[in-house]
């Protein structure tokens, strides 16, 4: 249980152009869902916070209106990157937390790699 | 916001011996400390955590502390093997976010 998917796997795009990355969870029910950057032997850094039905939280330094993010549903979001220049190339990864209890935990997606040329 | 770092950076060891990383935070708001495995271009996964309210835990070869009043809690890997080669990632948690650690790439040298 607690899967979690994210599509596509790997992107390339040029420059000026907007990429979609969907975040799915598979096998439970997602109230709040993560958005993660990670460059290159770097650490996880949280970009934004969904919760479905509102608009997501974003983590200081981080441009809302480039990395916009949508929570439609219960089991989805997505981020789209929008007018990628080269310097957004990076692995973006989402999690999902449940609905169940107190738990925190975080279920991780695959991650994303966005390679802008 | 919650500030996390992590010790150290690298680490090697000879197989069968035991693994240390070290994890600091500043919120004493934080209540969960979960540990996450990451091999190269995979997901995070989730190896242990614990919660404010407990100061130890194991798992097989594997054990979290954490110490409150100090605001630091350690990774324990025991009889380490080449497959537990991976960076490790510690995380703090203030209510809904995590906030990750710097990560230490640890290598096990058969």
């Known amino acids: 249980g607690a899967v979690v998917s994210q599509h596509p796997s790997w992107v390339i795009c040029k420059s000026g152009t907007s990429v979609k990355i969907e975040c799915r969870s598979l096998?439970?029910?997602?109230?709040?869902m993560f958005w993660y950057r990670q460059f290159p032997k770097q650490s996880l850094m949280l970009m934004a916070t969904?919760?479905?039905?509102?608009?997501?939280?974003?983590e200081q330094g981080v441009e809302k209106d480039k990395f916009l993010i949508n929570h439609a549903s219960l089991t989805l979001s997505t981020l789209t990157v929008t007018s990628a220049h080269p310097e957004d190339s990076s692995f973006y990864i989402c999690s999902a937390r449940g609905t169940s209890g107190a738990n925190n935990e975080q279920f991780f997606g695959p991650g994303t790699r966005l390679t802008v040329l | 916001g919650e500030n996390v770092e992590q010790h150290p950076s690298t680490l090697s060891v000879q197989e069968g011996d035991s693994a240390v990383i070290k994890c600091t935070y500043s919120d004493s708001a934080s209540n969960y400390f979960p540990w996450y495995k990451q091999e190269l271009g995979k997901r995070p996964q989730l190896i242990i955590d614990i919660r404010s309210n407990v100061g130890e835990k194991k798992d097989q070869r594997i054990a979290v502390t954490l110490n409150k009043t100090a605001k630091h809690f350690s990774l324990h890997i025991t009889e380490t093997q080449p497959e537990d080669s991976a960076v490790y990632f510690c995380?703090?948690?203030?209510?809904?976010?995590?906030?990750f650690g710097t990560g230490t790439r640890l290598t096990v040298i058969p």
């Open positions: 969904s919760n479905e039905g509102s608009k997501a939280t974003y």
């Open positions: 096998d439970f029910q997602a109230t709040t």
């Open positions: 995380a703090a948690a203030r209510a809904d976010n995590l906030f």
